[in-house]
């Protein structure tokens, strides 16, 4: 499912259904918390907003935004906050395109033009870019194929029956594995078996070369599945640098100023692991997402919203970028920024792999 900014998002209450005038006051709340980081008031509403309804009815709208699990309160007489739901619903059904001003897109295409050619200079620019337009952190990860394709192997015989399986990948992976055959093998066998493959493999990725299985001999089929296997595990694995800026902006957030905020975030920030399992998660799905809180699936992502896009030249060569913030974030103007610096992100990868 798609939001009006095309960033796919998993709504967590499905079946709410609003009237207009409740979707436009959740939306209000949203807006006004994300300016504020103050709890939003019926007679507040009522006074910057002309809904053409008195102040009771704003109060029993915000309550029955309330009852379907969209907005809460800290206390009884406080004003509302909105849910980790209600963040979902407004990314999903009313958030509107926020495009950066064309005086930001034109500082920012300037900054590209003068980086140096270098693939690391730009990943770096682009988090720092998008960490200073969002004043949130930012992250980016180096484009990579999007599926592994076989370029190189070598069986190479150790001693008695141990051979050593050297896999070479085309964007430059190198695998290693040990084998214990059933009975010893020359060099020469090895080395026969290794140019057939070779020369049979040579640019297919891991589903094309189980395909071909079947028509080798019964030693050439069991390397071939191990090949198969290792380009599985690295296509479904996450790896690689990962480029981070922002990290003081974010903390400057009212969310993040006592010290257990502050140690989770930093952890989230940096704790290699999480991120790669997260990006791992996010790459395999739509060019721009959006995961609030987590999604219900990572505990330690419960305060934190992440907006994150797509770059690269097709399946030849792609990458993420994106930012890390609290949930009170300005989402319509933070994927604006995620998406454009994504478009010269990918123009910068596409003229890099067209060389």
Do not use: C
């Amino acid at each position: 499912m798609k939001t009006h900014t095309e960033a796919a998002i998993t709504p967590e209450r499905p079946g709410v259904s609003l009237s207009e005038r409740q979707r436009r006051l959740l939306y209000i709340v949203i807006q006004e918390y994300v300016n504020t980081a103050q709890p939003v008031g019926s007679q507040a509403i009522a006074g910057r907003y002309d809904l053409g309804v008195s102040t009771a009815t704003i109060r029993n709208d915000l309550a029955a935004l309330e009852r379907e699990g969209l907005l809460t309160h800290p206390h009884t007489s406080a004003g509302r906050l909105p849910t980790d739901a209600g963040y979902r619903y407004f990314v999903q059904f009313l958030l509107h395109d926020a495009e950066l001003s064309s005086q930001e897109r034109q500082s920012i295409r300037a900054e590209f033009r003068m980086a140096r050619q270098e693939l690391d200079q730009w990943l770096r620019l682009s988090t720092s870019l998008l960490a200073r337009t969002s004043q949130n952190a930012a992250l980016a990860t180096a484009p990579r194929a999007a599926r592994a394709r076989f370029k190189h192997m070598e069986l190479v015989g150790i001693h008695g029956t141990k051979v050593l399986l050297v896999l070479v990948l085309q964007e430059g992976t190198v695998k290693q594995q040990l084998l214990d055959l059933d009975q010893p093998m020359e060099q020469s066998e090895l080395s026969q078996v290794s140019n057939e493959l070779n020369d049979q493999l040579a640019g297919f990725d891991a589903a094309a070369i189980g395909g071909k299985a079947h028509l080798l001999s019964p030693f050439a089929q069991q390397v071939v599945m191990l090949v198969v296997d290792a380009m599985a595990r690295i296509d479904n694995q996450f790896s690689g640098q990962i480029f981070r800026d922002g990290l003081v902006q974010i903390l400057d957030a009212p969310e993040f100023s006592d010290g257990e905020n502050v140690r989770r975030i930093v952890q989230v920030f940096e704790q290699r692991s999480l991120l790669e399992q997260v990006l791992g998660e996010l790459a395999a799905g739509d060019d721009l997402q959006v995961m609030i809180a987590g999604d219900g699936r990572y505990a330690e992502l419960q305060d934190i919203s992440l907006v994150i896009g797509r770059y690269g030249a097709g399946d030849r060569a792609t990458g993420l970028l994106g930012v890390v913030g609290p949930l009170r974030m300005p989402y319509g103007r933070t994927i604006g920024a995620v998406r454009y610096v994504a478009g010269l992100m990918s123009q910068v990868v596409e003229e890099i792999v067209g060389e």
